[in-house]
């Protein structure tokens, strides 16, 4: 998953929301493990978006919440639990869904969805509706899974 193409995106898109430099070929593991490892956690189910995630690294208490556990163990979904992770982890690290698809937006990056439209800037005020989930999640995956979408 954490082909070059990917790696640059989590590399700025963290960067541009921290403002510190971040090696995601370094510290995407550190950082799971240190929520795994921590007060919080990784769990599986009781989600109804896909996944969620809370707390904060530093502060010892980051938690992701991932929607079930058939996902790793049915091979066809392996990669989307996989992506949810990913996904979430990046909440942790570096804001929430709208400050992601700002960063997004900020960058440059054309947000392109199956098969191959345009995704729109999000106009979801409250994300109700998960648009910016959906934006930002939609540029990691034109990045970071094989078939782009």
Request: hydrophobic share 35%; with cysteine.
């Amino acid at each position: 998953m954490l082909n070059d193409k990917c790696a640059k995106f989590i590399n700025q898109i963290v960067s541009g929301r921290t403002g510190n430099p971040y090696d995601s070929r370094k510290q995407l593991i550190t950082d799971l493990n240190s929520v795994a490892g921590g007060n919080g956690g990784v769990f599986f189910g009781g989600n109804r978006a896909g996944g969620d995630a809370r707390g904060t690294i530093a502060g010892g208490n980051a938690e992701i919440r991932i929607d079930t556990m058939r996902q790793f163990t049915d091979p066809k979904r392996a990669f989307g639990a996989a992506f949810v992770t990913l996904h979430e982890l990046i909440h942790i690290i570096a804001g929430n869904d709208q400050q992601l698809s700002e960063q997004v937006k900020k960058l440059g990056i054309t947000v392109i969805a199956y098969p191959g439209k345009t995704v729109p800037y999000p106009t979801d005020a409250d994300n109700k509706n998960l648009q910016y989930s959906g934006y930002w999640g939609q540029a990691l995956k034109n990045a970071c899974d094989p078939k782009g979408y």
